[in-house]
């Protein structure tokens, strides 16, 4: 079955500091795979997205997230934390399914915090 | 601009009373999505449609329900049989059904319980 975990409810950074927030599925046929990212009181922003040709995907921002199909992972980095990254961040994997909805699957999502 | 509005912003339900969360896009968009949201537990998905006058029910229908007579509007009620409405709930949309494709997110209702 389909699922989705990321490692660490909750990550905290210092401004200027690498951002890793972690991401692994599970699926049987080859996943859409996309990061969210949600500010306090508001909505889902996608940030980037994953489907099929390059593994290492931009998103905005500065993200970036690399599919890694041995270690079934797409984790999600920024090279410096800004203050204003601060936010829940969701990822997420889609399958095809013939016989029914496509369906998406969410994280239970990272709260990362920068430090100043 | 296009995007997708969600009305009111926070919505209290007395006992036994049913409230309705409005969602409304302007983005053209043929499917429509309900999720609610819980501390930890990410989103889990209610109600879905494809297209108009066609929807159907997701891992947490018991004590929703919703319509879509029109392409733009995907309102969900709360009925008095759901005795935990208390969460963060999110209307989005995609264009079609196509599972490469992100969805688009309004800015959610807070249902608080009086």
């Known amino acids: 079955a389909q699922s989705v975990t990321q490692l660490g409810s909750h990550v905290s950074v210092s401004e200027g500091a690498l951002v890793l927030l972690r991401c692994n599925y599970s699926s049987s046929v080859p996943p859409y795979l996309f990061w969210y990212v949600q500010y306090p009181n508001q909505g889902l922003q996608l940030l980037l997205k994953y489907t099929t040709g390059a593994t290492l995907v931009k998103g905005i921002n500065g993200f970036e997230a690399e599919f890694k199909k041995s270690e079934t992972s797409f984790h999600l980095t920024k090279p410096s934390a800004h203050m204003s990254d601060a936010a829940e961040y969701f990822c997420?994997?889609?399958?095809?399914?013939?016989?029914?909805?496509?369906?998406?699957?969410f994280g239970p999502g990272t709260s990362l915090s920068v430090i100043p | 601009d296009g995007g997708i509005t969600q009305s009111p912003k926070y919505l209290f339900r007395k006992e036994g009373q049913n409230v309705t969360l409005s969602c409304e896009q302007n983005l053209n968009h043929d499917a429509m999505y309900w999720y609610r949201q819980d501390p930890g537990q990410g989103l889990r998905l209610i109600y879905y449609?494809?297209?108009?006058?066609?929807?159907q029910k997701g891992d947490i229908a018991e004590g929703y329900s919703v319509s879509r007579e029109k392409k733009e509007s995907f309102p969900l009620t709360v009925t008095s049989a759901q005795k935990n409405p208390t969460a963060f709930y999110l209307c989005?949309?995609?264009?079609?059904?196509?599972?490469?494709?992100?969805?688009?997110f309004g800015d959610g209702t807070r249902l608080s319980i009086l």
């Open positions: 449609s494809q297209i108009v006058n066609d929807f």
């Open positions: 989005a949309s995609s264009i079609g059904q196509t599972i490469n494709q992100p969805q688009h």
């Open positions: 997420a994997v889609s399958e095809a399914r013939k016989t029914s909805y496509d369906k998406v699957i």
